[in-house]
């Protein structure tokens, strides 16, 4: 079972469509409780969605005028 601030982690990424992705599993270390994870499926990203861009950046190649 994981700790109350690795859920709170959790739920952040879920609120804020937070997805993360890499190609090993992401191990979650709360070094106030001792207690690790695995990130959760649900959290993960596959590789075959769409990249992330971020809104506030226009896009490469892109004039403001």
Not at 27 to 32: R, T
Not at 46 to 61: I, L, N, R
């Amino acid at each position: 079972m994981v700790c109350e601030h690795l859920r709170q982690l959790y739920q952040l990424c879920l609120d804020q469509k937070i997805r993360l992705s890499g190609s090993d599993l992401i191990h979650v270390v709360c070094h106030q409780c001792g207690r690790h994870d695995v990130c959760p499926s649900n959290l993960r990203d596959d590789h075959d969605d769409e990249p992330a861009v971020a809104s506030h950046e226009p896009p490469a190649g892109k004039s403001g005028s």
